[in-house]
């Protein structure tokens, strides 16, 4: 029970651990040794007491076989002999089965022993790498908040940051009506909000470039921004689009600027895919998102308290995401 306690204790001192488990094991292992050792000597009796027992079962056997030799003519007392050496051996027979059942059961008491002693060591060892583990799970941690404390900074300092892992075109389709581009950017963040896969799509209609954010629990909205005004559908898409969507188009505008200005170095675009085509359009995509004049978004609206009376109802409401 003293070891179960002791791996409980790192949560608030591992140090204090440390000096609570040595001398816990150290009593423990020493009261096996005492064990081991008794247990040795009492196997060593046991099989001098065997090999005695073994020497007066041959000196009983070899009188029995002298008396048996003797003329058929036996005295009364050479009768009382034989039953007696009878008597004895049987009673030898049985005490020799005794010491070699106590034999078998003392072997297996230490090898008992032995592997006791074997599992405190290895608890012994498992308690000193838990207590070394707990080390350096606060050192991570601390390190941990340190870089989680310095990527606030830089947020609250840059809010229009992006970070993302990679840039990758799924598909893409030149044969179809409107063709089509399919995007994925990998591990993307910005301003508190992490994803780990973000997909959207770039369009061409009528030349026109456009894009739309593949989203799970709404239908994909794909709007350009040339045709907003000649077309309700694409401006009820535009217009569909909460603040968080939106920063994250904008987010993708960042990342193409930024791979135009490196004229897309290390982007490994799909066999067959033309990018002299498709360039052009995407740079005016860029351009055309930026002048769009700004809208009011907002990512959600709660109802926090209604007031109704005979002349007028009064209702509070709380706009989250508000930009």
Do not use: C
Not at 79 to 104: F, M, P, V
Not at 137 to 155: C, I, P, S, T
Not at 267 to 275: G, K, T, V
């Amino acid at each position: 029970m003293s070891t179960k306690s002791s791996v409980k204790e790192p949560a608030k001192a591992p140090a204090a651990d440390k000096r609570s488990v040595a001398p816990k094991s150290a009593s423990q292992e020493q009261k096996l040794k005492a064990e081991l050792v008794r247990a040795l000597e009492e196997n060593e009796l046991l099989q001098l007491q065997l090999l005695q027992a073994q020497e007066e079962l041959v000196e009983y056997f070899e009188q029995k076989i002298q008396l048996e030799s003797k003329p058929a003519t036996k005295s009364k007392a050479d009768k009382d002999k034989l039953a007696q050496l009878a008597d004895e051996n049987a009673e030898l027979k049985a005490g020799l089965k005794k010491l070699a059942s106590e034999l078998k059961q003392a072997s297996q008491n230490t090898q008992q022993i032995e592997e006791m002693e074997l599992l405190s060591l290895q608890l012994h060892q498992a308690q000193e790498e838990l207590v070394e583990y707990f080390d350096q799970k606060q050192r991570f941690e601390h390190l941990y908040l340190g870089y989680k404390a310095r990527w606030d900074r830089l947020e609250k300092r840059l809010p229009s940051y992006v970070d993302f892992g990679a840039l990758e075109m799924l598909r893409f389709d030149n044969v179809s009506d409107i063709p089509t581009l399919t995007w994925r950017i990998k591990e993307y963040a910005q301003a508190g909000v992490a994803i780990p896969e973000l997909q959207f799509e770039t369009v061409l209609h009528d030349g026109h470039p456009g894009i739309g954010l593949a989203r799970t629990d709404k239908p994909s909205a794909v709007f350009v921004p040339k045709l907003l005004t000649t077309n309700p559908s694409y401006l009820s898409s535009f217009l569909s689009y909460s603040a968080s969507e939106y920063r994250q188009i904008s987010a993708i505008v960042t990342i193409f600027e930024q791979l135009e200005a490196s004229n897309w170095q290390g982007f490994e675009f799909p066999a067959n895919f033309d990018a002299s085509f498709w360039r052009p359009s995407l740079k005016t995509l860029m351009l055309q998102l930026k002048a769009l004049p700004p809208v009011l978004r907002y990512d959600d609206v709660v109802l926090k308290r209604e007031l109704i009376n005979p002349d007028y109802e009064h209702l509070w409401l709380e706009f989250r995401g508000l930009e």
